[in-house]
T-cell receptor
Framework: AQSVTQLDSHVSVSEGTPVLLRCNYS??????LFWYVQHPNKGLQLLLK??????LVKGINGFEAEFKKSETSFHLTKPSAHMSDAAEYFC???????????????FGTGTRLQVTL | DTEVTQTPKHLVMGMTNKKSLKCEQH?????MYWYKQKAKKPPELMFV???????INESVPSRFSPECPNSSLLNLHLHALQPEDSALYLC???????????????FGEGSRLTVL
């Protein structure tokens, strides 16, 4: 069975400072990993995805994540936080099902990012 | 068109009402999903449709009844709900790419349901 663990339920940073949201995964095979963001009262938006290509993945809005197999980690970073980054972030592992025609996502518990002035 | 559209955005219903949530996508995706999200929790999978056939039901109570009339539409029929069913209901879709399937889901904005 696959699982993800988000190590922080809440992270607070000042605007302009770096962001680090931590995620560890467990998977018996090479996983597909994602970070999704959810702003208040909104749906989920894909930030970035790792699918066994480059280990350093660039996403939207300046976010990056590095896949480290030896550490089973997929931490999300951004060099400089902006007020608009305040949201809930989910680390997600995907399992392909139904002979490849669909996917089953396993979500982490989420990290709420607060950005202060 | 890269959107998953859900209607209505908000719904308030009594425990004896019958209502439906609707989801639509025109990206040619052949898998569609319903998720339920309670406040401050991650989404929980309810149903998966693949090529218009129900392939996963995560032991959801029968008061929730999904329907996939065609490859672009997904409905969730609601009847005799309980107050604890109040939540954000998210629809998603995904593209089948064969062996290159990355497992990425595209989510709608959700329908916020309140059961009185």
């Amino acid at each position: 069975a696959q699982s993800v663990t988000q190590l922080d339920s809440h992270v607070s940073v000042s605007e302009g400072t770096p962001v680090l949201l931590r995620c560890n995964y467990s998977s018996s095979y090479s996983p597909s990993l994602f970070w999704y963001v959810q702003h208040p009262n909104k749906g989920l938006q894909l930030l970035l995805k790792y699918t066994s290509a480059a280990t350093l993945v660039k996403g939207i809005n300046g976010f990056e994540a590095e896949f480290k197999k030896s550490e089973t980690s997929f931490h999300l970073t951004k060099p400089s936080a902006h007020m608009s980054d305040a949201a809930e972030y989910f680390c997600v592992v995907s399992e392909i099902i139904n002979t490849g025609t669909a996917s089953k996502l396993t979500f982490g518990t989420g990290t709420r990012l607060q950005v202060t002035l | 068109d890269t959107e998953v559209t859900q209607t209505p955005k908000h719904l308030v219903m009594g425990m004896t009402n019958k209502k439906s949530l609707k989801c639509e996508q025109h990206m040619g995706h052949r898998a569609m999903y319903w998720y339920k999200q309670k406040a401050k929790k991650p989404p929980e999978l309810m149903f998966v449709y693949s090529y218009e056939k129900l392939s996963i039901n995560e032991s959801v109570p029968s008061r929730f009844s999904p329907e996939c009339p065609n490859s672009s539409l997904l409905n969730l029929h609601l009847h005799a709900l309980q107050p604890e069913d109040s939540a954000l209901y998210l629809c998603a879709s995904s593209l089948y790419l064969g062996r290159a399937n990355t497992g990425e889901l595209f989510f709608g904005e959700g329908s916020r349901l309140t059961v009185l």
